[in-house]
């Protein structure tokens, strides 16, 4: 019943830029907490950005000053705006929303990954 539909994962070279959006639609009372995750080969899923509903933000160390986190809380989406680009930001990008599907009864939801490339 409920969807994150990424988009705008692709491929660039070293020191460029890329925005990845995600929108949480279906059933769903409200949306808490939206953020982002990356999984490179091999490697454990790891925390990008997250952003809760009301506006706390925790950022990973190796993308502070390059990567932004916004959301529009009216249309249930989630930006990442990424910067300066480096070839070990090269991953899947994985969409995350806590949602409240019914009183008192929170899910979490994950998108279905979009991949960034960076090209050194």
């Known amino acids: 019943q409920v969807q994150l539909v990424e988009s705008g994962g692709g491929l660039v070279q070293a020191g460029g830029s890329l925005r990845l959006s995600c929108a949480a639609s279906?059933?769903?009372?409200?949306?808490?907490?939206m953020g982002w995750y990356r999984q490179a080969p091999g490697k454990q899923r790891e925390l990008v950005a997250l952003?809760?509903?009301?506006?706390?933000?925790s950022y990973a160390d190796f993308v502070k000053g390059r990567f932004t986190i916004s959301r529009d809380n009216a249309k249930n989406t989630v930006y990442l705006q990424m910067n300066s680009l480096k070839p070990e930001d090269t991953a899947v990008y994985y969409c995350?929303?806590?949602?409240?599907?019914?009183?008192?009864?929170?899910?979490?939801?994950w998108g279905q990954g979009t991949q960034v490339t960076v090209a050194s």
């Open positions: 279906g059933s769903f009372v409200s949306v808490n907490t």
């Open positions: 952003m809760s509903r009301s506006g706390t933000i």
């Open positions: 995350h929303a806590n949602l409240l599907v019914a009183l008192a009864n929170f899910r979490n939801y």
